[in-house]
């Protein structure tokens, strides 16, 4: 009995030895691809399918006609004339555009790119699931080139948004939309970059980069996370052909989200405005100045604007507003535009070789020039 017992225990042993060694040299073995099966957690992402589900029923197709109407010749009202070229002669041309949209809210609100339905006369809005309605237009913001349109329908499926503000380089996203018009289209890349501004675009400028394909078509469409979350309203490409190369610009969900909550109360964005044009201070000036941590040169005053009302002219040296430093003229701008008008400001200014602080009353700032 204990010859079987010391048998059966080395047989053991052996098999646990030579199974290990193996699993040393031969790893493929034990990986999945001889046949041995592994879990599906240890595999890479092999399908989105869930994300895209989660969003595309909120993601529509805006279809914007324009009716240009012309004035008719006299000539036209001629019976003679008429007999010849018929008696309908067209007085009007229809142009049509096409865009997408990301349905908010189940009371039908909706985003879309302000440049997707400017100047619209009709706007006709298709759901994934082949409704149609005709859309209201609630608001419009140029300086972001978002607006807001409602739909009369029920049932609506609601886009889930994400805080964008925790969106990182790298990241996978989904591009959701409505491109040349082939119908709802899904493409995918990563997180370029954040944060980008100074394109010229828009004067509120925060867009999510990404190279997922981004066609004409596909403005105001749905930046979506790996997890199927709105991160964005996707919104212009850069290219030099027309079509996607590559660089795709996306509105961040918390910036469209604070647009469409003002439009819906107010009926507009309110933003604090003081009146000024700025640029980054030149290195020759910071050198000669001294300023190390820098400041934005004030290069225009609009005439009875609230820096204009507090003395501040041009040539003068922004260095600090509210005591925090201003180095960055859209950052500047970007900040004082989420002061609450009315609200006071002290800047502090380089003026000459003087120092001095100002008080400025923010006010509201002025609808853009149509």
């Known amino acids: 009995m204990n010859n079987l017992v010391k048998f059966f225990a080395q047989s053991v042993i052996v098999g646990l030895a030579g199974a290990l060694i193996l699993l040393y040299l031969f790893p493929s073995l034990f990986s999945g691809q001889n046949g041995i099966k592994v879990g599906r957690e240890q595999e890479g992402v092999v399908s989105y399918s869930e994300a895209v589900a989660a969003v595309a029923p909120a993601v529509v197709n805006v279809y914007v006609t324009q009716i240009e109407r012309r004035s008719m010749h006299p000539l036209f009202h001629d019976p003679l004339f008429r007999r010849f070229f018929g008696p ?34 009709e706007i006709l809005i298709t759901l994934y699931d082949g409704r149609q309605s005709p859309a209201q237009v609630v608001g419009i913001d140029a300086d972001t080139d978002l607006a807001v349109l409602k739909i009369g329908l ?7 948004a994400s805080d964008s503000s925790r969106v990182k380089v790298g990241d996978v996203v989904l591009a959701i939309g409505n491109p040349y018009d082939f119908g709802q289209t899904v493409t995918q890349g990563i997180v370029s970059a954040t944060g980008r501004n100074r394109v010229g675009i828009t004067t509120f400028e925060n867009f999510i980069q990404t190279d997922a394909d981004i066609n004409p078509g596909n403005s105001g469409g749905a930046l979506v996370s790996a997890s199927g979350k709105l991160i964005g309203i996707n919104t212009a490409i850069v290219s030099s052909s027309g079509g996607s190369q590559g660089i795709g610009l996306a509105i961040p969900t918390n910036l469209a989200l604070d647009v469409m909550g003002q439009i819906i109360e107010y009926g507009h964005v309110i933003r604090g405005w003081i009146g000024v044009e700025a640029q980054i201070l030149p290195q020759d000036i910071i050198e000669a100045t001294g300023l190390e941590q820098g400041g934005i040169l004030i290069v225009a005053v609009l005439n009875g604007s609230p820096a204009d009302r507090a003395g501040i002219v041009p040539g003068d040296i922004m260095t ?47 609808a853009p020039m149509p």
């Not at 189940?106 to 879309?112: A, D, E, F, I, K």
């Not at 989420?338 to 700032?365: C, F, H, M, N, Y």
């Open 88 to 121: 309908r002669i067209p007085s009007e041309r229809r142009h049509s555009n096409l865009g997408s949209g990301v349905i908010m809210d189940q009371q039908g609100y909706l985003l879309t790119n302000a440049h997707v339905i400017n100047n619209a006369d």
């Open 154 to 160: 029920g049932n609506l499926p609601a886009a889930p």
């Open 320 to 366: 600090r507003v509210n005591g925090e430093p201003s180095f960055n003229p859209q950052y500047m701008i970007n900040m004082i535009s989420q002061v609450k008008p009315g609200t006071r400001l002290e800047i502090e200014l380089l003026r000459g070789w003087k120092r001095k602080t100002v008080s400025v009353q923010v006010a509201e700032r002025p």
